[in-house]
């Protein structure tokens, strides 16, 4: 159990148009969503956390109107980078937690997609 | 400086002991986590540990932890091919903080 997949792996767009990622938790429903932003030889970095129904909280020095996150349901939420730019490209992973999750506090993570802007 | 850290490389023969080491800076840390990820994929949870225990131990995997000191310490035993992967550490405050990620450690396991 505690299954969580993202949509799509892998998306090349190019510079300047939008791209949505999609975070499910399939088998169990996720009060909070995590997205997260990993660099090469970096940690994971923690973009910004949502709960279901009400506005993300973006971490410090992400900018919220350019990565625009909406958490509609219990077992849905998107992440949309718009106006893409190569440095935008990365590898971004979610993360679901709570809810019907058992144990509520441990996070499931998403296997990631990786975006490429040109 | 960075609140977790962890050193970036370790090769091993199969077979042999791998032990990933782990520090962190904030002594409220509560949990203690080791994740695994494999090339292009997400993160897996392998095990983790409370402040207050000092060794978790739960198949080939063994979590020490020296609170003093503020490190934590995964040692995988009979280490395998398919234990080739990049091992996180993590800590957050309680259950349902956010976690803080160290960079990484890649293991390398040859045959």
């Known amino acids: 159990g505690a299954v969580v997949s993202q949509h799509p792996s892998r998306v090349i767009c190019k510079s300047g148009t939008s791209v949505k990622i999609e975070c499910r938790s399939l088998?169990?429903?996720?009060?909070?969503m995590f997205w997260y932003r990993q660099f090469p030889k970096k940690s994971l970095m923690l973009m910004a956390t949502?709960?279901?129904?009400?506005?993300?909280?973006?971490e410090q020095g992400v900018e919220k109107d350019k990565f625009l996150i909406n958490h509609a349901s219990l077992t849905l939420s998107t992440l949309t980078v718009t106006s893409a730019h190569p440095e935008d490209s990365s590898f971004y992973i979610c993360?679901?937690?709570?809810?019907?999750?058992?144990?509520?506090?441990?996070?499931?993570f998403g296997p990631g997609t990786r975006l490429t802007v040109t | 400086g960075e609140d977790v850290e962890q050193s970036l490389f370790l090769s091993v023969r199969e077979g042999d002991s791998s032990v990933i080491n782990c520090t962190y800076t904030?002594?409220?840390?509560?949990?203690l986590y080791w994740y695994k990820q494999e090339p292009g994929a997400g993160l897996q949870l392998l095990t983790y540990?409370?402040?207050?225990?000092d060794m978790k131990q739960d198949q080939r995997l063994t979590v020490l932890l020296n609170k003093k000191d503020k490190h934590l310490s995964l040692r995988i035993a009979d280490t395998q091919t398919g234990d080739s992967a990049i091992y996180f550490c993590?800590?957050?405050?309680?259950?349902?903080?956010?976690?803080?990620f160290g960079k990484g450690t890649m293991l390398l396991v040859s045959p």
């Open positions: 993360s679901a937690r709570g809810g019907t999750a058992q144990p509520t506090y441990e996070q499931y």
């Open positions: 088998d169990f429903q996720a009060t909070t």
């Open positions: 949502s709960n279901e129904g009400s506005k993300a909280t973006y």
């Open positions: 904030d002594s409220s840390s509560t949990y």
């Open positions: 540990i409370f402040s207050n225990m």
């Open positions: 993590a800590e957050s405050l309680t259950g349902y903080s956010t976690l803080t």
